[in-house]
């Protein structure tokens, strides 16, 4: 073969993969856990050949959006040793895709497609993708462009057959070699190849790579890079809110529509539109029908009232009914097997209305440089706290020229005639007449009962940090010709948390969030008299504004979850109070990042989270909306059935979180007893007698006395009352693990406790807190605390020999495995959170949440959604999704992240592994040393010299769990304890405890 001419557009590069994959995986993450475990090894070398650079870099419009236009030939072989054989090679026809758009789900991608013959002449395809997609709260370029998800498919007889799994491109070894081959004229002769390297060609050469590699930076520039860059957008939409009276066949019924067109940008900027329609029938007994559509572009939908002195709007097409629950997503409706809850209908709705301009009106975002500045002088004291020489050289007033330069830029961004924030024209419509139409059945509207409101509307923000917002509009309309005619426009904005790893750009959201305020807002009220004439006002005062825009009941939610980077806008029709009636209907948007998609599981679910300023209300709604006693109910009758349980002897047993309580003045350091109490008084109302409370004991017992689990259960406030107590770390009993037995390949056996055994229906009813080993502790943890032997610390951590490398996770899980629980609930009111979230947090958050739900890791991954953490962080969830999969999930409630919230720093969990797991003398020692306890508990360890550490580490103690609060120990007895001496034998003292404790 002849090396090129040097031409310029023409380049060759040869790149190396490798991974596992797994027949029969659900999902390439499955795929690429069980491929490993079997050896299932999938390699390729392939060969690139760009013949036209040129071409490949035009831009998509450019080539009519031809998404081929950015695939180029590729060749080489692959191997699989267990699948085809080794070292097969590419049969003609392989393509090497780059950033093309995928035209489903609108992500650029990397692809690699081939065949290969394997030994028995079975033809077997492969295709492979990576996702070139910024994910919000993690800086992820090296992760995307190194990570293919792949599946092969083959045919046996006439079954068609899939594997799936990850390969990975290793930047260590890999990437040298790639970068050669770029350089190096493509042949296979040694003398040619000696050739190409000397003539003028290389020069050639060298502006062809040079000119790939800036193709290559500006496409994962904007990807990745301008993300970390606020830039301005700007968008527009109009809708319109419609209630009011229908009838048909003489028979009234009351409705409440909404529709909107929403232009490109809305409402986070990029290339997303979006327009819907949102439709519920309520009759008089109260029976709702409910119907939704949603779409990028609703073709047959017309809407306009602007400068018109008739408007109209019209939509002829399909809606779908929702036939069981309230919700539908934009996903489900495109699917070509619709879910059961839906049902396809033609719908016709055809209304026409009278327009009056109400007012223009605009919510600015307001810059707040002073925030800014605030902020960056906390950080230089901080570091001239920590240096002994200034940051900065003396004079030099660095944070007065970055405000000046800011200040610059936000302006350039921000100008006068077109600030940044919300606005727009405000129309009442009236004398609303016309027909809805649903599979045949007209449903005429009565004008006289029946009222809307219409904006044209646009929205001026940042990309970074992203906006939040959350808009009501509801309409109240008069019951008669001698009332009046209202509706109300109530806004709340703010900056849209990510997800987030800690990263770079879960930074600058941050940073840019302390310019932004988050208290921009509107609360106007419009009512128009029997005569038409119209008043405008703001409703104050804020607190009575605020009341009016609590939710009482959700009766139709669209959440379009087509976005990129897991957000979603959500809107629905809800209950809230009125201004002139009891209550009324309104329009509600609101948006999150919540990840609610399955992983390998095809199960669906519902995840209650419900904030509410009332606890015990929080958790009715909680256990009403995830039919937990539903689950209940199911759980008995099988029992009743198969092992003629009464009501009275149905065994429930409830797994609060209470033995790391360290103080009564801290109540986020355990769940709720008075919670607890009131879900044992619901279960008792249904006739069901035979409730236990169990906890066992945790390694504080080791150190303390009254930590037994009755005695702690009591002091807490678990008092017994019509339940019992039960101390899982007594009298438990040994089994044959079949979980534990399956991963060893051996009979294995675990401990139990009888009472949890036997159990016919388990609760996990966790607290919500931070952890410095798993980054949260929810449901699942909570189980943890099951396991029934009391040095946890000894018996679970630092036991590899029986648990292998993940001593604190497996046995958790396993026990979940052995002995299923039926529900989780995370009692989430006042929440631990920052670095010592788990031991203990003086100043807890008020996040006003009870989350619950059927699966535990659904609830969990909720929960830990909401803290603002990638889920998958703890090991406990990546295990849990392994063994039970992940469903995809109905959110009911609240989706918002905790504000304030403070999570562990991402190196913790791995430092404390490190530190304390890998030598148990020594971690013992620290937990005995900075432990903190109400004098109630005594410390206990005698003869060990640890009475003496703690003395010495209750400063350190003090500053960071507030120990003199608690009446542990004053001040003034601390600071006769600390002197030169009494260090040095401190000193001395933990060498020789590094020995003496085992």
């Given at each position: 073969?002849?090396p090129t001419?040097?031409?310029s557009?023409?380049?060759?590069?040869?790149?190396?993969m490798?991974?596992?994959?797994?027949?029969?995986?659900?999902?390439?993450?499955?795929?690429?856990?069980?491929?490993?475990?079997?050896d299932?090894?999938l390699?390729?070398?392939?060969?690139?050949?760009?013949?036209?650079?040129?071409?490949?870099?035009a831009?998509?419009?450019?080539?009519?959006?031809?998404a081929?236009?950015?695939?180029?030939?590729?060749?080489?072989?692959?191997?699989?040793?267990?699948?085809?054989?080794?070292?097969?090679?590419?049969?003609?026809?392989a393509?090497?895709?780059?950033?093309?758009?995928?035209p489903?789900?609108?992500?650029?991608?990397?692809?690699?497609?081939f065949?290969?013959?394997?030994?028995?002449n079975?033809?077997?395809a492969?295709?492979?993708?990576k996702?070139?997609v910024h994910?919000?709260?993690?800086?992820?370029?090296?992760?995307d462009?190194t990570?293919l998800?792949a599946?092969?498919q083959?045919?046996e007889?006439?079954?068609t057959?899939?594997?799936?799994?990850?390969?990975?491109?290793?930047?260590?070894?890999?990437?040298a070699?790639?970068?050669?081959?770029?350089?190096l004229?493509?042949?296979?002769n040694?003398?040619?190849?000696?050739t190409g390297?000397?003539?003028?060609?290389?020069?050639?050469?060298l502006?062809t790579?040079a000119?790939f590699?800036?193709?290559?930076?500006?496409?994962a520039?904007?990807?990745?890079?301008?993300s970390?860059?606020?830039?301005?957008?700007?968008?527009?939409?109009?809708?319109?809110?419609?209630?009011?009276?229908?009838?048909?066949?003489?028979v009234?019924?009351?409705?409440f529509?909404?529709?909107?067109?929403h232009?490109k940008?809305?409402?986070?900027g990029?290339?997303?539109?979006?327009?819907?329609?949102?439709?519920?029938?309520?009759?008089?007994?109260g029976s709702t029908?409910?119907?939704?559509?949603?779409?990028r572009s609703?073709?047959?939908?017309?809407?306009?009232?602007?400068?018109?002195?008739?408007?109209?709007?019209r939509?002829?097409?399909?809606?779908?009914?929702?036939?069981?629950?309230?919700?539908?997503?934009?996903?489900?409706?495109?699917?070509?097997?619709?879910?059961?809850?839906?049902?396809?209908?033609?719908?016709?709705?055809?209304?026409?209305f009278?327009?009056?301009?109400?007012d223009?009106?605009?919510?600015?975002?307001e810059?707040?440089?002073q925030?800014?500045?605030?902020?960056?002088?906390?950080?230089?004291?901080?570091l001239e706290?920590?240096?002994?020489?200034p940051?900065?050289?003396r004079?030099?007033?660095?944070i007065?020229?970055?405000?000046?330069?800011?200040?610059?830029?936000?302006?350039?961004?921000n100008?006068?005639?077109?600030p940044?924030?919300?606005?727009a024209?405000?129309?009442?419509?009236?004398?609303?007449?016309g027909?809805?139409?649903?599979e045949?059945?007209?449903?005429?509207?009565l004008?006289?009962?029946?009222l809307?409101?219409?904006?044209y509307?646009?929205?001026?923000?940042?990309t970074?940090?992203t906006?939040?917002?959350n808009?009501?509009?509801a309409?109240e309309?008069?019951?008669?010709?001698?009332?009046?005619?209202a509706?109300?426009?109530?806004i709340?904005?703010?900056?849209?948390?990510?997800?987030a790893?800690?990263?770079?750009?879960?930074?600058?959201?941050?940073?840019?969030?302390?310019?932004i305020?988050?208290?921009?807002?509107?609360?106007?009220q419009?009512v128009?008299?029997?005569?038409?004439t119209?008043?405008?006002?703001?409703i104050?005062?804020?607190?009575k504004?605020?009341?009016l825009?609590?939710?009482?009941?959700?009766?139709?939610?669209?959440n379009?979850?087509?976005?990129p980077?897991?957000?979603?806008?959500?809107?629905r029709?809800?209950?809230?109070?009125?201004?002139?009636?009891?209550?009324?209907?309104?329009?509600?948007?609101d948006?999150?990042?919540?990840?609610?998609?399955?992983?390998?599981?095809e199960r669906?679910?519902?995840?209650?989270?419900?904030?509410?300023?009332?606890?015990?209300?929080?958790?009715?709604?909680?256990?009403?909306?995830?039919?937990?006693?539903?689950a209940?109910?199911?759980?008995f009758?099988?029992?009743?059935?198969?092992?003629?349980?009464?009501?009275?002897t149905?065994?429930?047993?409830?797994k609060?979180?209470?033995?790391?309580?360290?103080?009564?003045?801290?109540?986020?350091?355990?769940t709720?007893?008075a919670l607890?109490?009131?879900?044992?008084?619901?279960?008792?109302?249904?006739?069901?007698k035979?409730?236990t409370?169990v906890?066992a004991?945790?390694t504080y017992?080791?150190?303390?006395t009254?930590?037994?689990?009755?005695?702690?259960?009591?002091?807490?406030?678990?008092?017994g009352?019509n339940?019992?107590?039960?101390?899982?770390?007594?009298?438990?009993?040994t089994?044959?693990?079949?979980?534990?037995?399956?991963?060893a390949?051996?009979?294995t056996?675990?401990?139990?406790?009888?009472?949890w055994?036997d159990?016919?229906f388990?609760?996990?009813?966790?607290k919500?807190?931070?952890h410095?080993?798993?980054f949260?502790?929810?449901?699942i943890?909570?189980i943890?605390?099951?396991?029934?032997?009391?040095n946890k610390?000894?018996e679970y951590?630092?036991?590899?020999?029986?648990?292998?490398d993940?001593?604190?996770?497996?046995p958790?899980?396993e026990l979940?495995?052995?002995?299923p629980?039926?529900?989780?609930?995370?009692?989430?009111?006042?929440?631990?959170?920052?670095?010592f979230?788990?031991?203990?947090?003086?100043?807890?958050?008020?996040?006003?949440t009870?989350?619950?739900g059927?699966?535990?890791?659904?609830?969990?991954?909720?929960g830990a959604?909401k803290?603002?953490?990638?889920?998958?962080?703890s090991?406990?969830?990546?295990?849990?999704?392994?063994?039970?999969?992940?469903?995809?999930?109905?959110?009911?409630?609240d989706h918002?992240?905790?504000?304030?919230?403070?999570?562990?720093?991402?190196?913790?969990?791995?430092?404390?592994?490190?530190?304390?797991?890998?030598?148990?003398?020594?971690?013992?020692?620290?937990?005995a040393?900075?432990?903190?306890?109400?004098?109630?508990?005594?410390?206990k360890?005698?003869?060990?010299?640890?009475?003496?550490?703690r003395l010495?580490?209750?400063p350190?103690?003090?500053?960071?769990?507030?120990?003199v609060?608690?009446?542990e120990?004053?001040w003034e007895?601390?600071?006769?304890?600390?002197n030169?001496a009494?260090?040095?034998?401190?000193?001395?003292l933990?060498?020789?405890l590094?020995?003496?404790?085992?």
């Open positions: 073969m002849s001419n040097g031409h557009s023409e380049l060759h590069f040869t790149e190396r490798w991974g596992y994959i797994s027949e029969g995986a659900a999902s390439f993450e499955q795929g690429y856990i069980e491929g490993k475990e079997a299932n090894r390699e390729y070398r392939v060969t690139i050949s760009i013949k036209d650079l040129d071409a490949l870099m831009e998509p419009e450019d080539t009519g959006g031809d081929t236009a950015r695939h180029v030939p590729m060749d080489g072989w692959a191997s699989c040793g267990k699948l085809f054989g080794e070292t097969r090679p590419l049969q003609r026809g393509t090497f895709g780059l950033y093309w758009k995928d489903q789900s609108g992500e650029r991608r990397m692809s690699y497609d065949q290969v013959v394997g030994r028995d079975t033809v077997y492969f295709s492979g993708y996702r070139i994910d919000p709260g993690t800086f992820d370029i090296l992760q462009h990570t998800y599946t092969l083959w045919t007889g006439d079954e057959k899939t594997a799936r799994g990850i390969i990975y491109f290793h930047v260590l070894t890999d990437l070699p790639m970068l050669l081959s770029m350089f004229p493509k042949t296979e040694p003398l040619d190849l000696l390297l000397f003539d003028s060609s290389w020069k050639e050469r502006v790579v000119r590699f800036l193709f290559v930076s500006g496409e520039s904007e990807e990745y890079l301008e970390l860059i606020p830039r301005r957008y700007e968008t527009q939409y109009h809708n319109w809110v419609c209630k009011g009276t229908c009838t048909t066949e003489g009234a019924q009351e409705f529509l909404f529709s909107g067109i232009d940008g809305f409402p986070w990029g290339d997303e539109t979006f327009s819907d329609i949102g439709l519920i029938l309520r009759d008089a007994p029908r409910r119907f939704a559509f949603s779409d609703i073709q047959s939908m017309e809407l306009d009232f602007k400068f018109q002195r008739q408007g109209f709007y939509y002829e097409g399909s809606l779908f009914e929702i036939t069981d629950g309230y919700q539908v997503s934009f996903t489900d409706m495109r699917k070509q097997v619709l879910p059961e809850y839906l049902r396809e209908i033609p719908a016709c709705l055809k209304l026409t009278t327009p009056q301009f109400v223009s009106k605009s919510v600015p975002l810059i707040s440089m925030r800014l500045k605030e902020f960056l002088e906390g950080v230089q004291g901080k706290d920590k240096q002994e020489k940051v900065v050289p004079g030099f007033d660095w007065s020229q970055l405000l000046k330069a800011t200040e610059k830029w936000l302006n350039e961004l100008p006068p005639d077109n940044l924030g919300y606005s024209d405000i129309y009442k419509l009236s004398n609303i007449a027909s809805i139409n649903l045949g059945t007209a449903y005429e509207v004008s006289d009962e029946t809307a409101e219409g904006e509307g646009k929205l001026v923000a940042f970074v940090p906006l939040y917002y808009y009501f509009c309409v309309a008069a019951r008669s010709a001698s009332t009046d005619d509706f109300r426009v109530q709340r904005s703010g900056t849209l948390r990510s997800v790893r800690g990263s770079v750009t879960h930074w600058a959201e941050e940073l840019l969030g302390k310019i305020s988050d208290l921009a807002y509107m609360d106007l419009v128009s008299n029997p005569a038409g119209l008043q405008q006002s703001e104050t005062p804020r607190e504004a605020d009341a825009i609590l939710p009482t009941a959700d009766l139709l939610e669209i379009n979850n087509h976005y980077n897991h957000r979603f806008f959500q809107r029709i809800v209950v809230l109070p009125g201004t002139q009636q009891k209550e009324t209907l309104a329009m509600e948007e948006m999150g990042v919540l990840d609610l998609t399955p992983l390998g599981t669906t679910t519902r995840v209650a989270a419900i904030k509410n300023t009332d606890r015990f209300s929080a958790l009715d709604q909680a256990m009403q909306v995830t039919g937990f006693f539903d209940l109910e199911r759980a009758q099988k029992a009743r059935e198969e092992k003629q349980k009464t009501r009275e149905f065994s429930i047993v409830i609060p979180s209470f033995s790391f309580m360290y103080s009564l003045t801290d109540v986020s350091s355990y709720d007893p607890v109490k009131y879900l044992i008084d619901k279960v008792c109302d249904k006739g069901f035979n409730i409370v906890e004991q945790s017992a080791t150190f303390f009254n930590r037994d689990v009755k005695t702690l259960a009591r002091y807490v406030g678990y008092l009352e339940y019992a107590v039960a101390d899982l770390s007594e009298d438990y009993v089994y044959m693990s079949p979980a534990a037995s399956a991963a390949g051996k009979p056996q675990r401990d139990v406790h009888p009472v055994r159990a016919d388990r609760i996990s009813f966790a919500n807190k931070t410095s080993y798993a949260y502790t929810l449901t943890k909570n943890y605390g099951a396991l029934p032997r009391q610390f000894k951590h630092c036991n590899r020999a029986e648990f292998g993940e001593p604190i996770y497996t958790a899980i979940i495995q052995d002995f629980v039926h529900f989780g609930f995370i009692d989430a009111y006042f929440s631990a959170d920052g670095v979230g788990v031991f203990a947090d003086p100043k807890p958050e008020f996040t006003g009870i989350i619950g059927e699966d535990l890791v659904a609830v969990d991954w909720i959604s803290m603002g953490l990638d889920p998958l962080l090991t406990y969830m990546q295990l849990a999704i392994k063994v039970f999969g992940k469903p995809e999930i109905t959110l009911i409630g918002s992240l905790y504000e304030n919230w403070q999570n562990v720093p991402l190196f913790l969990p791995e430092a404390t592994t490190l530190l304390m797991d890998r030598n148990y003398s020594w971690g013992l020692i620290i937990y040393a900075f432990s903190m306890m109400d004098p109630f508990f005594a410390f360890m005698e003869g060990k010299g640890l009475e003496l550490i010495y580490s209750l350190l103690r003090g500053a960071l769990l507030e120990a609060a608690i009446g120990r004053s007895a601390v600071a006769n304890l600390i030169p009494s260090l040095k034998q401190l000193q001395e933990l060498e020789l590094a020995g003496d404790i085992g």
